[in-house]
């Protein structure tokens, strides 16, 4: 899955229209007496769509009170969030990284990074910090801001969900608050230095070739019943589990053979998959969702392997079902 940094895909126009149905063939005055057939159509009260201007298309339906951020709109926010991370004056710098959104154009997360900001990790590997901008409108999203890195070799990206920008929008308020954006984090640069920290610990971490599917699969939070006792169910598990199984033997040959068997190759084969999910519906839903798992499970892993009494099959539990 190539990148995609067009930003006119999604800058198209949508606008609020009322909702009516199909009174059909009748008489709206009920007078009985009347011999009319016209069709008439009845408002639906308290709710609106939300249109693709330019096709016509309805995107979602929302009550009256909804506020309709634009994508435009929520770009600009994002120019201004962009200054508050980067500390910067301007936008000059700022470049489209990677857009996500499906084909309906419902919703989109819009990845920024700073075209002369890197992350520089034992002085070979680069890692991107990046902004990422969601915003919806079919409500399933506030409009808000998160953090994250991406590996600038492969394009493998995480979502660092605890350190969101503390800037959310739920579309049911009036106005977009007003004033700069408070960071959850305090620096960037302290940010960086955990990361830095975090890759250290890992790349000095060894993991067993058989360990690294379980570890996968509880990283991004994907269980299979493969012991489920009707019998079609536990075949579809199984064949989810074969596709899941065989991409990630193929990426560990990759990553193993390029970085090490060590928990920093691990956290590249959790973060490739999260970018490119091979095999999950709907997939575009789908990146965010594996991208904020895999930032989360960076932390929790990096904690569980520094107490002294860390043991690999008490900490996967369950998931060592899934061992090769």
């Not at 951020?69 to 004056?89: I, P, R, S």
């Not at 006792?229 to 065989?246: C, G, P």
């Amino acid at each position: 899955m190539s990148r995609n940094t067009n930003l006119e895909e999604i800058l198209f126009p949508v606008k609020l229209c009322d909702i009516f149905y199909d009174g059909g063939p009748s008489d709206p005055t009920g007078d009985p007496s009347c011999e009319t057939t016209e069709e008439w159509r009845i408002s639906i009260p308290g709710y609106r769509a939300v249109v693709n201007a330019l096709t016509g298309e309805p995107l979602a339906v929302v009550s009256k009170n909804y506020r309709l951020v634009t994508n435009q709109e929520a770009f600009l926010l994002g120019e201004q969030c962009f200054k508050a991370v980067f500390d910067a004056v301007d936008t000059s710098e700022m470049e489209i990284f990677n857009i996500i959104t499906p084909k309906q154009k419902s919703f989109c997360h819009v990845d920024i990074v700073h075209k002369h900001y890197a992350l520089n990790i034992w002085a070979q590997e680069i890692w991107l910090p990046f902004i990422r901008l969601t915003n919806s409108y079919n409500r399933t999203r506030a409009l808000h801001f998160t953090l994250g890195f991406c590996r600038k070799l492969c394009d493998n990206g995480v979502i660092f969900e605890s350190e969101t920008i503390e800037f959310r929008f739920f579309h049911t308020k009036d106005m977009i608050p007003k004033g700069e954006f408070e960071i959850g984090f305090h620096h960037l640069k302290e940010l960086e230095t955990a990361f830095i920290d975090q890759m250290t610990l890992l790349k000095a971490f060894h993991v067993p070739e058989n360990l690294v599917l379980p570890l996968a699969c509880q990283a991004l939070g994907l269980k299979f019943d493969l012991r489920a006792t009707d019998h079609q169910k536990r075949e579809k598990e199984h064949h989810k589990f074969d596709i899941l199984k065989e991409g990630i033997q193929a990426l560990t040959e990759r990553y193993f053979s390029q970085l090490g068997e060590n928990g920093y190759a691990l956290l590249n084969i959790v973060s490739d998959y999260a970018s490119r999910p091979f095999g999950a519906p709907l997939q575009s839903m789908r990146i965010n969702v594996f991208q904020k798992r895999t930032g989360s499970w960076i932390g929790s892993f990096t904690r569980a392997i520094r107490a002294s009494d860390f043991n690999i099959s008490t900490y996967l539990g369950p998931y060592l079902d899934y061992s090769l």
